[in-house]
């Protein structure tokens, strides 16, 4: 029995919509009992808001707030106080160009990123560079996808700020050598400021921030079986202390005067406002969840499944279908992005729905590579530890169906 | 039943797009893009006295919005201004002769916005 037959049922939408196939977990994963039942569990057993009550509801509010913290830093490698509570990465990132990239681009600085970001990891920094009057430099990919190592030493110069990167690419679903490329950058300037998204990483991957040595790292809880709405920034401690607050309100307080006011130290510092306490108390079940199936078993059933899918599509829909990444020299996770000249994805996904087959179609928000290899939309595929290698069948051959109808 | 708007005739008008190019002599040109999906067409108009006497559209998109384009210049031509601008999403349909979903619906809108967008342009300049 695959490892998808047992967990399928941790899954009540699953059971839900007996018929679908839900291949689109890059944009959100499903989230299982255990993480909607602590959501629920907040409302019907705690309600009381954090930090703030003497009382013993919001003390056991705020102790199992805090209990995430401890489970998140655990789950990357990290110091509890290293470990800030966003709404998702977009946040996180965002949050990093209002107080690190504010305080440290300057006019003539440059800050760096590749082609192959999702727009979150992109446009902010595009914008705080043109905010800044900074240059914005852009490593390119090679023919296969992959980050061109050879491109990120020359726009990488003692001048560059900041460099953001993605550990794995939401579209290609290439896994890049992000230790070896951290490496690079500290060797042409330790000084560089080193930010991963990890948003598409922490659904297959276990996250090491010690031993990866990124400054900074951002993902969402959504895209690894947790609640919507919750995001987390790993900063180092060092970093953290030096930066500003940009968002002032209840929570990041310590002393407020008519003249002047004064901060907690982080992470509280960067969390102003009520957060979505319930979200975060039920992220630490989803992170129990998947360390208990455990990342070498998602690993197995995914490369397995992929496996299926390609020779499938390489069977069924011949040649003319060709995958973003395909041949690339790095590992890639179990995402497909196809294209077909002659067929439209909007055309396809459409046509698949008919059959309760949800894939995404378009440039899922990552135009720069879109255009760099001038294909206007693709037809995305993404899979999870429960998907099952029947309905890889039942895609691949509404797929090559579908597109028959076309070419 | 999403399958129902991929009849021949779409697929026929995709596949064999009907005044698909440039008019040969310039004519006033018009583009919309529908950035969601990437659709993009750009129509040119011949207009003489009040009508559309020649009319060709390039661009790129689904089978949907290549297909609207398609059966909107074939009944564009030779039909007063007036009548194309009174158009409207349930007009194309009817050419289409299908339902769409809302997302869908934006795909058969492109052309029929640029059509409108050209007599705009020309009708300003007369
Ligand atoms: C690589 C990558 N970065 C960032 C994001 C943005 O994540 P969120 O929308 O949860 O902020 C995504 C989401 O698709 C992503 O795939």
Request: proline share 4%; net charge negative.
């Amino acid at each position: 029995m695959s490892l998808a037959t047992e967990l399928r049922k941790d899954f009540p939408i699953l059971s839900n919509y007996p018929d679908m196939v839900y291949f689109d977990s890059t944009a959100t994963s499903l989230k299982p009992r255990v993480v909607i039942d602590a959501i629920s569990h907040y409302y019907t057993h705690l309600g009381a808001n954090i930090h703030r009550g003497i009382y013993d509801l919001s003390e056991a509010a705020t102790e199992a707030f805090e209990e995430t913290r401890a489970v998140v830093a655990d789950f990357i490698n990290a110091n509890v106080n290293e470990v800030l509570f966003t709404r998702g990465t977009t946040e996180s990132i965002n949050l990093l160009i209002h107080t690190i990239g504010e305080q440290l681009v300057q006019e003539g600085d440059e800050v760096a990123t590749t082609l192959m970001e999702h727009h979150a990891n992109f446009v902010p920094w595009q914008q705080l560079a043109l905010r800044k009057k900074a240059a914005f430099k852009v490593v390119t990919v090679d023919e296969n996808a992959d980050l061109d190592m050879s491109s990120l030493k020359a726009p990488l110069q003692k001048k560059t700020k900041l460099f953001a990167c993605t550990y794995v690419s939401n579209v290609s679903g290439i896994v890049n050598p992000i230790a070896d490329i951290i490496k690079t950058v500290r060797a042409i300037n330790p000084h560089t400021i080193i930010v991963i998204d990890a948003a598409q990483a922490v659904p297959h991957i276990s996250i090491d921030v010690a031993a990866i040595d990124c400054d900074f790292l951002a993902f969402s809880a959504h895209k690894m079986c947790g609640p919507t709405g919750v995001g987390v920034l790993y900063g180092k401690k060092s970093h953290l202390q030096t930066m500003q607050p940009f968002m002032f309100g209840g929570d990041m307080i310590a002393q407020v005067a008519i003249e002047q006011s004064t901060f907690q130290e982080p992470p509280y510092r960067f969390e102003a406002g009520t957060p979505h306490i319930s979200g975060i108390i039920a992220f630490k079940e989803s992170i129990k969840y998947l360390n208990n199936i455990t990342y070498k078993a998602i690993k197995k059933h995914e490369e397995m499944l992929m496996q299926v899918l390609i020779s499938e599509l390489r069977k069924q829909c011949g040649a003319s279908l060709k995958i973003i990444g395909q041949h690339s020299v790095n590992p890639r996770v179990a995402l497909a992005a196809m294209y077909a000249e002659g067929s439209h994805p909007h055309d396809l996904a459409d046509i698949l729905n008919a059959d309760h087959i949800c894939v995404r179609a378009g440039h899922h928000c990552a135009m720069p590579l879109h255009k760099h290899f001038n294909i206007p939309a693709s037809t995305r595929a993404s899979l999870y530890f429960y998907n099952t290698e029947d309905e890889v069948q039942r895609f691949a051959a509404a797929f090559s169906k579908a597109l028959r109808m076309f070419i | 039943m999403s399958l129902d708007i991929y009849k021949e005739i779409i697929l026929d008008h995709y596949k064999h797009p009907r005044n698909f190019g440039h008019l040969p002599r310039e004519g006033t040109v018009a583009q919309v893009n529908n950035p969601l999906c990437g659709d993009d067409i750009t129509m040119e108009l011949e207009i003489t006295n009040n009508k559309v006497v020649d009319i060709r559209f390039h661009g790129q998109g689904c089978a949907i919005a290549i297909a609207s384009a398609s059966l909107l210049t074939e009944f564009a031509k030779n039909q007063k201004l007036t009548t194309l601008t009174t158009m409207n999403k349930d007009s194309m349909l009817e050419l289409l002769s299908v339902e769409l979903s809302p997302n869908r619906l934006k795909c058969a809108l492109v052309s029929l916005e640029a059509l409108q967008k050209a007599i705009k342009t020309h009708g300003l300049h007369t």
